[in-house]
């Protein structure tokens, strides 16, 4: 792991004095500060898609079923890609990942697995321990802790 002093010969040099406290305050608490201030719930509500926007209705396809559902998802794309102002000669499309409640995923397990495992896992994702695994805590227009499976974009 990065040592926190070590991420100073990569920030922006036009960083403030105080936003660069701010910074390393809040990179010192990570991942025990995950909370709602992570989500932009404006896409909810607006035409602009920004990358990590949940989505609502978006089709999803869990293969290998080939069923068809509708789910809400998280915008993987980056936000300069979705920008309907940028000229380009072909329509742009969106990536995007289905969001998962984590309290589901965890019940599905325990059908499986013992209880230690299964709690010692989920703690890795709340933790972003899970290098395939985003976890997404209940807030903004999430009514539970969620994930999604970045391999399932």
Same mark, same amino acid.
């Given at each position: 792991?990065?040592?926190?002093?070590?991420?100073?010969?990569?920030?922006?040099?036009?960083?403030?004095?105080?936003?660069?406290?701010?910074?390393?305050?809040?990179?010192?608490?990570?991942?025990?500060?995950?909370?709602?201030?992570?989500?932009?719930?404006?896409?909810?509500?607006?035409?602009?898609?920004?990358?990590?926007?949940?989505?609502?209705?978006?089709?999803?396809?869990?293969?290998?079923?080939?069923?068809?559902?509708?789910?809400?998802?998280? &915008?993987?794309?980056?936000?300069?890609?979705?920008?309907?102002?940028?000229?380009?000669?072909?329509?742009?499309?969106?990536?995007?990942?289905?969001?998962?409640?984590?309290?589901?995923?965890?019940?599905?397990?325990?059908?499986?697995?013992?209880?230690?495992?299964?709690?010692?896992?989920?703690?890795?994702?709340?933790?972003?321990?899970?290098?395939?695994?985003?976890?997404?805590?209940?807030?903004?227009?999430?009514?539970?802790?969620?994930?999604?499976?970045?391999?399932? &974009?």
């Amino acid at each position: 792991m990065m040592n926190i002093e070590d991420i100073r010969a990569y920030l922006p040099k036009y960083l403030s004095e105080t936003s660069t406290t701010n910074l390393f305050n809040e990179l010192s608490q990570f991942p025990d500060n995950i909370d709602s201030r992570m989500y932009c719930a404006q896409s909810f509500y607006s035409d602009e898609i920004l990358q990590g926007d949940g989505l609502q209705n978006l089709l999803v396809v869990n293969l290998p079923d080939s069923r068809i559902e509708k789910g809400n998802c998280l &915008v993987m794309t980056n936000s300069c890609d979705n920008d309907m102002l940028n000229e380009r000669l072909y329509p742009t499309c969106i990536c995007y990942c289905p969001i998962f409640s984590l309290e589901k995923f965890k019940f599905k397990l325990k059908q499986s697995y013992s209880e230690e495992p299964v709690e010692q896992f989920v703690r890795s994702i709340k933790k972003q321990k899970i290098s395939q695994v985003f976890y997404l805590p209940k807030g903004s227009n999430l009514n539970c802790d969620s994930f999604v499976f970045l391999d399932r &974009v």
